[in-house]
């Protein structure tokens, strides 16, 4: 699986939107890139995923670059429960046996109140 | 909720002695995967299952060692346990069609 890179660390005003980047230069033509976040201590919970074009979900949305290179998450607008570790994964997903997630550093986002 | 149930929550135990954590996966999924989390540690894959038969193996130690039962949940087995064992252990399940894998609570595990 390709390797990620992300910023260790972010903070973002309550309300206002949280926008994460990843960087996956490597990515090859059938990763998806995935996002999940783990709130202190708890399972990571999956957010988002995506291919080429971009995503949007009830919790966030994932903006792909053209060239797949690095996309970004967007919380659109973050509250205090969003403070999290953030991971971006990129992960090859075929039918019948899927492959493990392999899980970096990750993003501390902190909301700010 | 993710549907992913793991017991215990909590568990204590002394150097040297044997535990047995288990996993009940989403209904419907045929994937079960290990991960390890120590104090500020990442997530390190362990090991999956899929429809009962060990699908990959990652950093798992031959301390440890897991199964998959015909009603597809998973117990991994810990023994002749460390200091260094004492962690969070997380199970995740996914289904037969390459879906995102969603994760357990997990269980604490402290060893003394």
């Known amino acids: ?113 | 909720d993710s549907g992913v149930t793991q017991t215990p929550k909590h568990l204590i135990t002394a150097t040297g002695q044997r535990v047995t954590l288990r996993c009940s996966p989403r209904s419907g999924d045929l994937s079960v995967y290990w991960y390890q989390q120590s104090l500020d540690q990442g997530l390190q894959f362990l090991i999956q299952y899929y429809n009962g038969e060990e699908r990959a193996k990652g950093n798992i130690l031959e301390r440890f060692s897991a199964q998959q039962f015909p009603d597809l949940h998973s117990e991994l087995n810990l023994s002749s346990l460390e200091l260094g064992d004492s962690a969070l252990y997380f199970c995740a399940s996914s289904d037969r069609f390459g879906s995102p894998l969603h994760f357990g609570n997990g269980t604490r595990l402290t060893v003394t």
């Open chain 1, 1 to 113: 699986d390709a390797k990620t890179t992300q910023p260790p660390s972010m903070d973002c005003a309550e309300g206002r939107a949280a926008n994460l980047p990843c960087n996956h230069s490597t990515i090859s033509g059938n990763e998806y890139v995935y996002w999940y976040r783990q709130i202190h201590s708890q399972g990571p919970q999956y957010i988002i995923h995506g291919l080429k074009n971009n995503e949007t979900n009830e919790m966030a949305s994932l903006i792909i670059t053209e060239d797949r290179k690095s996309s970004t998450l967007i919380l659109p607008h973050a509250t205090l429960r969003d403070t999290a570790v953030y991971y971006c994964i990129v992960r090859v997903a075929l039918p019948g046996s899927a492959r493990q997630l392999t899980f970096g550093s990750g993003t501390q986002l902190t909301v700010l109140p």
